[in-house]
């Protein structure tokens, strides 16, 4: 899909699919005015959100991710989305990151590497226990020992 709204909206529809099939509950924010595209949730908490996708692959290996709002947007700010969920399109992975892990860094793009199990956000990888067990953005970050 070349346009990236249509792209966008395509990849939400696949991050409501794979949460409902993982026993997720998904809300869907009424307006695009949300900076988060979705809420989770779970035993009485929610976190929300924010879902890009990415069929850019890099040069050094994996796959380049923006995670701005757009060109134009003011980057995010931490307390707007708990979450990013990336999705590598190629590849049907995605990646559960806590967003203080980018928003504080000022962070523009990631570089994701689903064949590498030693790389930055490997921990993330395919990690929607996160979405469940998390309490907002209090939730904690996961160091690469404690995935299984």
């Given at each position: 899909?070349?346009?990236?709204?249509?792209?966008?909206?395509?990849?939400?529809l696949q991050?409501?699919?794979?949460?409902?099939?993982?026993?997720?509950?998904?809300?869907?924010?009424?307006?695009?005015?949300?900076?988060?595209?979705?809420?989770?949730?779970?035993?009485?908490?929610?976190?929300?959100?924010?879902?890009?996708?990415?069929?850019?692959?890099?040069?050094?290996?994996?796959?380049?991710?923006?995670?701005?709002?757009?060109?134009?947007?003011?980057?995010?700010?931490?307390?707007?989305?708990?979450?990013?969920?990336?999705?590598?399109?190629?590849?049907?992975?995605?990646?559960?990151?806590?967003?203080?892990?980018?928003?504080?860094?000022?962070?523009?793009?990631?570089?994701?590497?689903?064949?590498?199990?030693?790389?930055?956000?490997a921990p993330?990888?395919?990690?929607?226990?996160?979405?469940?067990?998390?309490?907002?953005?209090?939730?904690?970050?996961?160091?690469?020992?404690?995935?299984?």
């Amino acid at each position: 899909m070349s346009h990236h709204k249509r792209r966008g909206e395509w990849a939400e529809l696949q991050f409501m699919a794979k949460a409902a099939k993982l026993g997720l509950q998904i809300s869907k924010p009424w307006s695009e005015l949300a900076r988060y595209d979705m809420v989770i949730g779970a035993d009485g908490h929610f976190v929300s959100v924010q879902i890009k996708s990415t069929t850019n692959s890099s040069p050094e290996g994996g796959y380049i991710c923006g995670v701005r709002p757009n060109t134009r947007g003011k980057p995010y700010q931490l307390g707007e989305f708990d979450f990013l969920a990336a999705y590598i399109i190629a590849k049907d992975v995605w990646y559960i990151i806590p967003a203080k892990l980018l928003v504080h860094k000022k962070v523009t793009r990631i570089r994701l590497d689903p064949s590498s199990p030693t790389s930055k956000y490997a921990p993330y990888k395919e990690a929607w226990d996160l979405l469940r067990s998390a309490h907002g953005s209090n939730s904690a970050t996961r160091s690469r020992s404690n995935r299984h």
